[in-house]
Structures are given as structure tokens and as C-alpha cells.
């Protein structure tokens, strides 16, 4: 029985701890400068076991940054992510990106500074779609899910029948709807929840969220696509009609951000983000001038 646990320290955080009681897995890692406090809330859980693994979803700061800080605590973790992911983690200039966006988000959280780890990121495991990661008698087979970044991927334990979720798949609003996610394809996300749909589900570690009981695991699952399609297909008529990019992404705020959303989501990076979908949908549907 692997239990999960919810070890975010600051909202916009996504970080959980699971565990079947001989091996620990952190399931994405949160902001950078959160991660101590993240890690300190695993060594409280763990005492004096170590944390063996840490799974990374995709190379976003706020899912990878506070890994850097893990590793400062239990250097022999070994951390899981997408072959894609490993690739941007060896960039510098990425490296310089998360620094960036960690440190902005950081002041506006009231932290003016903390000590940086971002030379301790890494990935020792890179994975690829169908590979086998056996973390101590738990195994997960991972799903390449692209959509909300190239380097998206889920991971699947057959045995329990829980999926790992990334954002490609959406974000949970707490209550009966799932928020699109999709930065670097429409096509690509719906290709990556056909997959997620095919298999046989009845729980959810959903990212940004938490644990979905199986009612809203079917939720979680049955809204995705459609919700995706529909949002999509309005944007697509508002652009076509003449509407203005900052029409259509005041359309997707109004329609997603309100509720549990609005209370995790960080209204500059939900804008961010909602900018960067509206272009992807002009050029995905050759819309642009």
C-alpha cells in the first residue's frame, strides 16, 4: 500500500511524498525557494530514512527547482525525469531561466533571498516512453505526455492502478472541472490524454492538487479532453471573429480562475500562461497574420 503525502509549503507549490513504508519517492519538488521547508517536512515524515527517489514530471521551476534542495539532504536520491528534461537541466541558460522566475516569484511571496542550490539539479535516471523505473517493490511505467512542455511525462503503477498525472492531462479545480494546461501543443495534449485514458485508472496524484478518491479520479478523467476541445474550439472562434489575444485570455481567466484555482494558482504566472496557450492556438490553427 503506497501512502501519499502532501508536502507543499507555499501555494503554487507541487510537491507530495509517497511511500509503502521501505522506499520513499518524492513525486515533483516545488519552487527552489521553498525546497528546504519541502525537504524539511520529508525528513519529519521519513526520520531516519532516507528519501531514495525523486520523480520530476517536467523541467518547470515550480515542479523541479526545490529537487537542488533534496539532494542537499539525502545526496544518494536518485532523480527520475523525462530524457528531455535531463537535456534542459544541462543547459546553463535554462538553469539561469528557473533562477530567474524562482527568485521573481520568491520577492513576491516576501522571501528577498535564499541560498541557491541550482548546480545540485540533475537527473540520474532519464526515461523514455514504456521504460520501467523499480523503486524498491514499487514500478512505474513512464508515459512520454507532451502538451504543456516537450518533456511532460506521467508515471503509471500498474499494480496499484495510480497514475502519476503532469499538467498536460490539466490541473483539478478542487471541485468538477479540469483547467487546460497546454504550452507547446494542442494536437500533441490530446494524443497524451488518449493514452492516459487507455489505461485502467482508479487513482489520481494530480499536480498542484493532491490525491483524487475514484468519484473525482472519473471526473478528472472524463472532463480533460472535452474540456480541452471546448476551450480550445472558443478560442479558436473568438480569434477567427476578430477578437483581440487579450480578449480571448480574459475569456479563459473568467471561464478557469476563481475557486481552489485562484487560491494555488499565482495570478502572474496563470496570466503567463495564458498568453503563451492563446499564441500557441493562433499559430497551432494557422490563425496568426
Not at 519538488?29 to 527517489?53: C, M, N, P, Q, W
Not at 492531462?169 to 497546454?182: A, E, L, M, W, Y
Not at 494524443?191 to 472519473?218: F, Q, R, W
Not at 489575444?245 to 487560491?263: L, P, S, T
Request: charged fraction near 25%.
Amino acid at each position: 500500500m503506497i501512502k501519499i503525502t502532501d508536502i507543499r509549503v507555499n501555494p503554487g507549490d507541487s510537491a507530495f511524498l509517497l511511500d509503502d513504508g521501505k522506499t520513499a519517492i518524492m513525486y515533483d519538488s516545488g519552487f527552489g525557494f521553498t525546497g528546504y521547508a519541502v525537504a524539511d517536512k520529508i525528513k519529519s515524515i521519513l526520520g531516519e530514512r532516507s528519501l531514495d527517489y525523486i520523480f520530476l514530471t517536467h523541467s518547470h521551476y515550480d515542479h523541479a527547482y526545490g529537487a537542488a534542495y533534496a539532494l542537499e539532504y539525502w545526496p544518494d536520491a536518485k532523480v527520475v525525469a523525462g530524457e528531455y528534461a535531463a537535456k534542459i537541466f544541462a543547459k546553463p541558460t535554462a538553469k539561469a531561466v528557473m533562477q530567474d522566475l524562482d527568485s521573481k516569484f520568491a520577492k513576491t511571496c516576501g522571501v528577498d533571498s535564499y541560498e541557491d542550490q541550482i548546480d545540485n539539479l540533475r537527473v540520474d535516471i532519464p526515461v523514455a516512453e514504456g521504460d520501467v523505473v523499480k523503486a524498491g517493490d514499487m514500478e512505474f511505467t513512464v508515459i512520454n505526455l507532451p502538451g504543456h512542455t516537450k518533456c511532460s511525462v506521467g508515471y503509471y503503477c500498474k499494480a496499484e492502478k495510480l497514475l502519476l498525472s503532469c499538467e498536460t492531462i490539466g490541473v483539478f479545480n478542487g471541485k468538477d472541472d479540469v483547467v487546460p494546461s497546454v504550452l507547446v501543443g494542442y494536437n500533441m495534449a490530446l494524443e497524451s490524454i488518449d493514452k492516459v485514458l487507455a489505461l485502467d485508472t482508479l487513482k489520481v496524484l494530480a499536480p498542484h492538487y493532491g490525491v483524487l478518491n475514484e468519484n473525482e479520479t472519473k471526473i478528472y478523467l472524463g472532463k480533460a479532453k472535452p474540456t480541452l476541445i471546448e476551450t480550445t474550439e472558443k478560442m479558436v472562434e473568438m480569434l477567427k471573429n476578430g477578437c483581440s489575444k487579450e480578449e480571448v485570455a480574459q475569456m479563459f481567466k473568467d471561464k478557469f480562475y476563481h475557486g481552489y484555482i485562484e487560491e494555488v494558482y499565482p495570478i502572474d504566472a496563470m496570466e503567463l500562461n495564458i498568453g503563451i496557450t492563446v499564441n500557441l492556438i493562433e499559430r497551432e490553427f494557422g490563425l496568426g497574420e
